[in-house]
């Protein structure tokens, strides 16, 4: 599947912040619990930081306690790309924005407390977050 959202090397860095760009474009990680939305309640919407692609909603947001906003689902199965990967000597599957193939973070099975049994851990950097209207 070819993304939607197609810019140069140049281009991404050039729109995006040396950290930004490092874990959107090179599939780096934020520090755990140094992201803008681990904690965060606000109601609303996840988009992708580098396109705008509505990814996530908040009450699909939970308390994993891993260092990083966690999410049981993304908000259709076609808003995002789950790829295997086998970097840092582990088997993980990693969450990549389907309109721009931008890393997020990763999907884990080890979430029997949510509806779907999955903790899609997202990197904050990754994301902007729209609040619902008040």
Same mark, same amino acid.
């Given at each position: 599947?070819?993304?939607?959202?197609?810019?140069?090397?140049?281009?991404?860095?050039? &729109?995006? =912040?040396?950290?930004?760009?490092?874990?959107? $474009?090179?599939?780096?990680?934020?520090?755990?619990? +140094?992201?803008?939305? =681990? @904690? +965060?309640?606000?109601?609303?919407?996840?988009? %992708? /930081?580098? %396109?705008?692609?509505?990814?996530?909603?908040?009450?699909?947001?939970?308390?994993?306690? %891993?260092?990083? #906003?966690?999410?049981?689902? #993304?908000? !259709?199965?076609? /808003?995002?790309?789950? /790829? &295997?990967?086998?970097?840092?000597?582990? /088997? $993980?599957?990693?969450?990549?924005? !389907?309109? %721009?193939?931008?890393?997020?973070?990763?999907?884990?099975? @080890?979430? #029997? &407390?949510?509806?779907?049994?999955?903790?899609?851990?997202?990197?904050?950097?990754?994301?902007?977050?729209?609040?619902? #209207?008040?």
């Amino acid at each position: 599947m070819s993304a939607q959202v197609d810019k140069t090397d140049e281009q991404w860095r050039a &729109q995006l =912040t040396p950290e930004e760009y490092q874990v959107l $474009r090179k599939a780096g990680t934020e520090r755990a619990f +140094t992201g803008e939305y =681990t @904690d +965060t309640k606000t109601k609303g919407v996840y988009r %992708c /930081r580098a %396109c705008g692609a509505e990814l996530f909603r908040s009450d699909t947001k939970f308390d994993s306690h %891993c260092g990083w #906003p966690s999410f049981f689902s #993304p908000l !259709a199965g076609d /808003r995002v790309i789950l /790829r &295997q990967d086998g970097s840092l000597f582990m /088997r $993980r599957t990693e969450v990549l924005c !389907a309109n %721009c193939h931008s890393h997020l973070g990763h999907v884990f099975d @080890d979430a #029997p &407390q949510t509806p779907t049994g999955d903790r899609y851990c997202i990197n904050s950097i990754s994301l902007t977050l729209e609040s619902d #209207p008040a």
